[in-house]
């Protein structure tokens, strides 16, 4: 049996298999005086995550000839992220089992989300979850064989489950080296530049992937560039994590919602993130949900000459409310406007938010108990909400300081910052609050299948989610619609007879990127990165000032007219990828941002994880010291939960429009005998 050290380096410290074999190209174009690698398969992904290898998997499962293309392999959200017990959500496979129907119904609670979604990735989280533990994932199980389960964010029914703090990065692991033992050929460092399309209206759909590749830099090809011919693509490279200041993204995530936007693609719920507490870029991004949190810390700010402020005490009654709010935030974790009033456990986020406006650092210290609030009897386990006090009981975790309670619920929680040289033990940790995650993105159908024939959008790359979503939803989401974006191109596959190449979309980017190329009218790329994250953190983030909304929407406007007018400066060729890379996160945030303005001018109110203030809004957070009306917010009407806001770029503008979201009629009342043929007959996947 291994020991107690054994089992924290295997869950803390996953390493990956070698990189994959990379293909040959099948031969060269000549293409604006450039020699260009040209490569060839029915099925390209896009990305390397654990959402794109499940399709690749899969794909190969059914001999379907499929090729991985990824800009930077083994880095992004899947491998890179996590939290404290980084939850995987799925149907209950303990007790008395689930209900597909009642799981759907809690991934939709949020509204905006489409119920069919909702039921396939109720229904396919069996097949997700099995196929990832045949493939060597190991989650927790009880003797009996049931996984362990436990209750996270948005989750009444405990669906969650996990393998530790880096439960993404052991499904990237299992999956790499899947896809390795089937021979998946895996391209690293490659850029997407542009979607390749053939056709027009409705005959219009994907060919291909134009991206450029600093390892593939030639003399006759100075920018690395490399032409993909695919007869299905799969998006699957995340979410835009740079389009954000305050992120606790890895570094250098863009995702692929600028290059779809660009291909004219469809998107849906842009309005939709998540927002919460964590440590930021400037030292590890990491997720400070669950047992960090259940473990009740102190929390406290210091200005600049390091005085120290209990700030909380400020905004809650009672010592005992105080500490019991600490403790939500684990299962709470994502802000969400609605518990900003009653007290409630987003009233953490909002003040840390004002502390760090005020320019003061906000941290958490495992080595002292919450401390008391003026008036109120001091911090004590006997004073704890009836909620709070049963779980830690339950948990044999009653213990007297926050970093013993941390370390009997969670140990890898502990051992995962000290390898990162900070021990939990001995200091405080800062934080703040970051975006986290966007639930809206490529709109797809139940199979993955975006609004461009041939073009899938998988994972944090598709709006597959609502307004709000169970925590750990989103692995399961990406694992189902790997398998079902699969299945739908093994069925679609047919031999497709050689055509040309769509030559004048290939030679517009050849000729954007030589006029950019040490082009002195240029803007300069960072500064086009401070301008995008400032205005997103600033005027869209989770506290959003309605007011502010349509001045930086056409902000955006008016940076991607000068783009479109001046270019971006680059000047020497390797960097040729990250100008295209911002070039597509400035079209994302006016999408986002003409999604907003559309919401805010249409009478929407606070849904989900952004509060949207107005000076004479009706509701107000309130504190012990009164409410505070700088940060007045519209509440959520019924109806808003009965909306999508769908995006669509056409030419240089943005064509914004609502839709109900789908039914799931036909999911239940289904027979055997009389659904038996569709499916023998491949008719499932063309309804």
Request: glycine fraction near 10%.
């Amino acid at each position: 049996m291994p020991d107690t050290q054994a089992l924290l380096d295997a869950l803390t410290d996953v390493d990956m298999p070698p990189p994959p074999a990379s293909p040959m190209p099948h031969g060269t174009v000549d293409i604006g005086g450039m020699r260009i690698p040209r490569y060839r398969s029915t099925a390209l992904v896009l990305g390397s995550g654990a959402a794109g290898l499940r399709a690749a998997v899969e794909l190969a499962r059914r001999k379907v000839d499929v090729m991985v293309t990824t800009q930077t392999l083994y880095w992004g959200t899947s491998a890179c992220s996590g939290s404290d017990k980084q939850t995987l959500h799925t149907a209950s496979t303990h007790g008395h089992g689930d209900s597909f129907l009642k799981m759907a119904g809690a991934l939709s609670a949020g509204g905006a989300m489409d119920a069919d979604t909702a039921y396939v990735e109720a229904v396919g989280s069996i097949e997700a979850m099995a196929g990832l533990q045949y493939i060597g994932l190991p989650l927790p199980q009880d003797r009996f064989g049931a996984v362990l389960r436990y209750q996270t964010d948005h989750d009444e029914a405990g669906r969650a489950t996990s393998c530790g703090p880096r439960t993404s990065r052991l499904m990237v692991k299992v999956l790499a080296e899947e896809a390795i033992r089937l021979g998946v050929p895996t391209v690293n460092r490659a850029t997407a530049v542009r979607i390749l399309t053939r056709g027009e209206g409705a005959e219009r759909r994907c060919c291909g992937l134009l991206a450029v590749n600093a390892d593939k830099r030639a003399q006759d090809n100075p920018f690395g560039l490399e032409l993909y011919e695919c007869d299905s693509l799969v998006l699957a490279a995340g979410g835009p994590g740079e389009l954000f200041r305050d992120s606790v993204y890895p570094v250098h995530c863009f995702g692929s919602l600028g290059l779809a936007l660009e291909a004219g693609v469809d998107t849906v719920n842009l309005t939709e993130h998540q927002f919460g507490i964590g440590t930021g870029r400037d030292g590890f991004p990491w997720n400070l949900s669950g047992t960090y949190m259940q473990a009740m810390p102190y929390i406290y700010s210091e200005d600049a000459q390091g005085k120290e402020y209990n700030f909380l005490a400020d905004y809650y009654r009672s010592t005992q409310e105080l500490a019991s709010n600490i403790f939500r935030k684990g299962y709470q974790w994502p802000f969400h406007a609605s518990r900003m009033t009653g007290f409630g456990s987003s009233l953490i986020d909002l003040a840390v938010f004002i502390e760090t406006r005020r320019g003061r650092t906000v941290y958490m210290d495992f080595n002292r108990n919450p401390a008391a609030v003026p008036g109120s009897e001091p911090f004590s386990l006997e004073r704890l909400d009836d909620d709070v006090a049963a779980y830690l009981r339950n948990n044999d975790a009653a213990l007297a300081q926050p970093i013993d309670r941390l370390k009997r619920m969670n140990p890898l929680s502990i051992e995962l910052y000290l390898r990162l040289k900070h021990d939990l033990r001995a200091a405080p940790l800062p934080f703040k609050v970051n975006h986290q995650h966007m639930n809206g993105g490529v709109a797809v159908d139940i199979w993955g299948h975006s609004s461009l024939r041939g073009c899938y959008a998988i994972g944090e790359a598709a709006g597959t989610h609502g307004v709000t979503r169970p925590g750990g939803a989103a692995l399961n989401a990406g694992q189902v619609f790997g398998i079902r974006c699969a299945a739908h191109i093994h069925a679609q596959a047919r031999p497709q007879a050689e055509s040309d190449l769509p030559m004048a979309q290939i030679e517009t980017e050849i000729d954007w990127l030589a006029r950019n190329l040490g082009n002195a009218d240029g803007l300069a790329i960072a500064d086009i990165r401070t301008e995008v994250q400032a205005r997103m953190s600033d005027k869209a983030g989770f506290i959003c000032q309605t007011r502010e909304v349509p001045d930086a929407c056409a902000r955006a406007e008016a940076l991607n007219r000068a783009i479109a007018e001046c270019g971006i400066r680059f000047d020497q060729a390797p960097q040729a990828a990250n100008a295209v890379l911002w070039r597509q996160m400035a079209v994302a945030s006016e999408a986002i941002l003409h999604a907003l303005r559309h919401y805010i001018v249409h009478g929407g109110g606070s849904r989900g994880a952004r509060a949207l203030c107005a000076p004479n809004a009706p509701h107000a957070p309130e504190t012990r010291q009164g409410p505070l009306d700088a940060f007045r917010f519209i509440a959520e009407r019924p109806q808003d939960r009965a909306v999508q806001i769908h995006v669509r770029r056409v030419g240089s503008r943005f064509d914004t429009s609502e839709r109900p979201p789908r039914t799931a009629d036909g999911t239940t009342g289904v027979y055997f005998e009389k659904n038996w043929m569709p499916f023998l007959k491949g008719d499932i996947y063309r309804t």
